[in-house]
């Protein structure tokens, strides 16, 4: 456990009057600060997200962080959950403790910028001594993470050179790629509803990209499969660089570098209670682990598989849920936005439109079960609302963001 440090009462008193100000102006500071950080250190772009960083999904994920830290600055503990969280993603993307430096002075400019002459010297100095206890309890926890990886039977630190053995197409828009160490060697177990990096280095790009995929396959199978949405051009984002490169230029035979399994999204076998697992789209992925795991682990375990996609063409993974639904303890059921006439046909098609409900309840057996869904952020915010409206216990609802956190409760 991460030793916290105990701040000065005044310094508390200043950062937890600055609450208000960090509300309004959060993604503001957030902003500046990436904007002044990468101009000072380029070199922080290769473990960045860039995609993240252009749409803001990084800084208001980050301003979130802030505001969460400003607001229990004197019960740090509180926020621990959350650090680990967090602490998981750079762990597994290769974040160093001589960057936290980095990040906290280019934290305090930026609030000096946004701010201006309301930041006194007396708040700078408040934040400053603020963000170093917060930077080690960070730090602490990722050490650990660091090791836990490491000790592993099969474990390591950093990044290891895996070879693509297989590429399979699982619909239109998502592909698998089962991934073996090049050296031979033993890989690492992971819980089921976990994650690897992958980093590529890419022909026209100046700096290397890192991404974040779920393990889509149950672990202790000598294997590790990732199953890659291809992210298309929208209106509101530029298509997908990793995505669509390992799509089209990554083939069997082909060698990626991997981070050791990371992540808290996890299933609990060691519950008996009914499972319900509900995915949108490429969300599936860690849930499918989930759901394969407990096929092998607890067969008798009643799981309940709501599946949401738009059609057929992009469903993934129909085959591998059917077979999971013929033991008589799985329960699939799919929900298609947009279904033609052959989805129609699907023997576990029972609904049309978006998922609600008044459609859980009538296929989900009880709400007295643990709850655990992925997907995009909208459908999250729905299943989410509609758990909460149906009186799930917020410690049986469980979620994975793709991505930087976000918050479920707000529209």
């Keep these: 456990m991460a030793a916290i440090t105990t701040l000065h009462p ?28 990468f101009s000072n250190h380029p070199e922080l772009l290769n473990v960045f997200n860039h995609a993240n960083q252009k749409q803001g999904r990084q800084q208001r994920a980050l301003a979130a962080a802030v505001y969460a830290a400003a607001r229990y600055i004197d019960r740090l503990d509180a926020i621990l959950p959350v650090v680990r969280q967090i602490g998981h993603k750079h762990r597994s993307l290769g974040i160093q403790p001589e960057q936290y430096p980095i990040v906290g002075k280019h934290l305090l400019l930026a609030i000096k910028d946004v701010l201006g002459d309301a930041a006194t010297d007396e708040v700078i100095a408040a934040w400053a001594e603020a963000y170093e206890a917060i930077a080690a ?22 990044f290891r050179r895996f070879v693509v053995a297989k590429k399979g197409k699982e619909s239109d828009v998502i592909t698998s790629f089962y991934l073996r160490p090049e050296d031979g060697g033993t890989i690492s177990d992971f819980l089921p509803g976990q994650y690897v990096s992958v980093k590529l280095s890419i022909p026209g790009e100046t700096y290397t990209h890192i991404r974040q995929y779920s393990l889509s396959d149950a672990p202790g199978k000598g294997y590790y499969r990732i199953s890659v949405k291809r992210e298309g051009a929208t209106a509101e984002k530029p ?19 991997v981070s050791a399994p990371a992540g808290d999204f996890t299933l609990n076998l060691t519950k008996e209670t009914p499972v319900v697992l509900i ?22 375990r009643q799981t309940t598989f709501l599946q949401a996609a738009l ?7 129909d085959q591998e849920l059917r077979t999971l639904a013929e033991n008589p303890a799985f329960s699939y059921y799919v ?3 947009f279904p033609s006439d052959e989805d129609r046909k699907h023997p576990h098609f029972r609904k049309e439109g978006r998922i609600d409900l008044e459609w859980m309840q009538t296929v989900i057996p009880s709400k007295d079960a643990d709850f655990y869904f992925c997907g995009p952020v909208p459908f999250m915010k729905t299943v989410y609302r509609a758990l909460t409206q149906w009186g799930v216990p917020e410690e049986r609802i469980h979620y994975e963001f793709f991505g930087p956190a976000g918050d479920l409760t707000k529209d």
């Excluded at 309890?137 to 990886?149: H, M, N």
């Excluded at 995915?279 to 682990?297: D, E, H, W």
């Excluded at 059609?311 to 993974?317: E, K, S």
């Design 10 to 37: 005044k310094t508390i008193e200043i950062v937890q009057s600055t609450v208000p100000v960090l509300e309004k102006h959060g993604e503001q500071i957030t902003k500046r600060f990436y904007e002044l950080m």
């Design 137 to 158: 309890v960070f730090i602490q926890v990722e050490k650990e993470l660091y090791e836990e990886a490491a000790a592993k039977p099969g474990g390591w630190r950093g």
């Design 239 to 257: 298509a997908g660089i990793v995505s669509n490169y390992l799509h089209d230029h990554i083939q069997e035979g082909d060698v990626l570098e």
């Design 279 to 300: 995915s949108g789209g490429v969300g599936i992925t860690p849930l499918l682990s989930m759901a394969s795991t407990l096929a092998i682990r607890q067969p008798h």
């Design 311 to 317: 059609n057929g063409r992009v469903q993934a993974f």
């Design 335 to 337: 929900c298609y936005e």
